[in-house]
DNA sequence: CATTAACCGAGACGGTACGTCCGGTCTTTTA
DNA sequence: TAAAAGACCGGACGTACCGTCTCGGTTAATG
């Protein structure tokens, strides 16, 4: 987000709420056009009607802006009950791969993620506006499969973030790579084998109790 | 590779093998010491004691001399036999993870990603020299686990191809995933967590026979 | 002069007129510090502790401003009786050297005059903020001349107007161009020399009485 | 001038001197159609079909590059033998005056010289490239009036150059300052009296011989 | 052993984008 | 209604790289 301290600024002329939102819009629409990597600031700033200037004053650089512009695309995911864990995983990994597949997801997030290897704040910020909101997905799938019998409940809260975590990375990093570095579709039958994968992984293996033994 | 036809070439001063070597060593360098974004040919072209227009008579641009550059890193990885499936898998968990810990690698690896998504030949060169390529791990820690008999002979080799490229997303984009995305550490406790996970899901399993029933 | 127009602003808050004398002051600090390309409206509005818009709500522009900052320094120019013709033109010779010499007005006199040659308004402005003002000095010296006998009364006034401005040209203009042009200092050595010049001319030449003969 | 030192420059590609000329063109297109303060780098790059890196190149910046374009404007002042001195300094003040009706050196002159007043190195390019230049003039009409015998020769030659120096400035200084500072016309009647004044001045007074007695 | 064709280094070339600065205007709160 | 504050649009700045293009000068295989 542009964090605008509310109590900071008091006087003078307020910043534009609607070049906020023009400018993410345009963003995105200049990554569909052109890519991460031909996308400039000035052509964000044309296409959203606005000086360069008004860009610069609110983000950094071109990183920031692009994860801001993204980030919120990744809230359209939702993980509506299917009736089954198993179902349900299958679902958000379509739903996950059906947002990869659009371009300006696609040439974004593994672009500021690659910046981000070289710049702490950046990394920061994305973990904040995606990795960290998208977890949400995980505990409430695993939730509900514990209200239907189909998962134990984990009474170590420790190790029970802990597999979330992994099981987040597994299935979010599973689908990136299939789709943008080994570069084959994810379609509904990998999703089921993925799925069913993961799943006897998670029953059967009965996660570890003691990490450090 | 530079594609040094040499059927094409017959007469003329033949190009320098030397500078081949340099310039693929001062590329690793510069990812080093200035990270994907803000390498440039030129820096290259001055750290190999070479023209500019001798990068370019090579090569198409920064993505397909870094796809190079770095392609040679991933070939450093090894299955030596460490007695059991789990360990093999854990051991190279843990060599992918020291490989994306080197700047060059990790700064580099994604960034090409991000621009192949824009690039069809790039995504080719990629997957030629890089994901192809590292399969053969999957592959030979299959085989070996097979002749420990820990794992069943797939007869159908359709579904051998697909579990082994299921395989491979999931351990390579589990790791890459971890480390850059979500940015957290893969230490041996996560190895170990993870390949519980996963060999529990190959186990139990036991992946379905027909895909598209 | 800001032609703060007393009929027109009748209610609301009446001007600063403090600020007047506030941004006249900073404007030539900030001539003398920065010169006259590198000031910027912004620039003096801050040494002023003054908004911008208020400097703009008096005055068109930086060369409007500055024009009207300098102008008054012309006005510290003064005539002393020193006894003779050749004493007063040369101690005016050497004042107006002095001023010059001034950061302020050495860097504001020519950047005004050019932008003057590109603009009418300006070019009025000067006129009447500057040259004329100081054609006093001429005349007064005249005058001073003629009492002395040292000069004899011109009948004719248009012919007196328009050698009082040549003399005025030639002084001004070679002291300028001496200082400015050429880069050479006006010492006491070159104003002897100079009004030697410019007096034998005066009393030998009998200043043509029809200009169009 | 661009002073491309033959001997430093040995090897790559030579610099264009197509582009020289075509750039000093264009400057003093864009100067008589912009004016000074309007002129900018990009718009004579454009003008000159040129890449702004190739001025930036080859001039420091905007100032150096408008002295240059000008300079060669001056060297058009000749000094045709009209058969009197009078007529030789009358005929040189009109040959001035025109040139300085010109657009190109109207805005130019004065505006280069006021940012030589905080810029030493542009002051000396102005005075290599055209104040002394030009002095020429004046050395070349007495040169001739001594021919003719209208003056004595002057076997002081530090006197001489004095002498030289101040006819100079008295002249460039009163035209230029007719025309740019007060705005008026140096039309034949301005002329024929300026003439007057200087030469009864120099005959008359017979210019002093020791200058610091 | 001379030719010769492709190579090499150097560096200028036309472009594009950068991120900053300033000019002048507009919009807000405060006096 | 003016003032201070500061955001706004527009546009030029000077720089950095891009990828291409001359240059003069090697360097091997060919003839």
Chains 1, 2, 3, 4 share one sequence.
Do not use: C
């Not at 008004?54 to 994860?67: C, H, I, P, S």
């Not at 973030?161 to 570095?181: E, K, N, Q, S, Y």
């Amino acid at each position: 987000m542009s964090s605008t301290d509310p109590q900071t600024a008091r006087t003078g002329r307020p910043r534009s709420t609607a070049a906020d939102a023009a400018i993410l819009e345009a963003t995105r629409a200049s990554l569909v056009d052109l890519g991460w990597s031909k996308l400039t600031m000035g052509d964000v700033a044309a296409r959203a009607g606005v000086a360069k200037t008004t860009l610069y004053r609110r983000w950094a650089g071109k990183n920031e802006l692009v994860v801001d512009a993204v980030a919120v695309l990744f809230d359209e995911l939702e993980l509506p009950d299917r009736g089954s864990l198993a179902a349900d995983v299958q679902g958000v990994v379509l739903q996950f791969a059906a947002l990869l597949e659009r371009p300006e997801t696609r040439t974004a997030l593994m672009a500021v993620v690659a910046e981000s290897t070289r710049d702490d704040s950046l990394r920061v910020r994305i973990r904040d506006s995606i990795v960290e909101r998208q977890k949400r997905l995980v505990l409430e799938g695993r939730q509900r499969a514990q209200r239907r019998g189909e998962l134990p409940v984990e009474p170590d809260t420790a190790v029970a973030d802990r597999t979330a975590d992994l099981i987040f990375d597994v299935i979010a990093g599973a689908v990136v790579h299939r789709m943008l570095v080994s570069a084959e579709p994810v379609d509904t039958d990998w999703a089921r084998q993925f799925t069913l994968l993961l799943l006897s992984g998670l029953g059967a293996g009965a996660m570890e109790r003691r990490p450090g033994s």
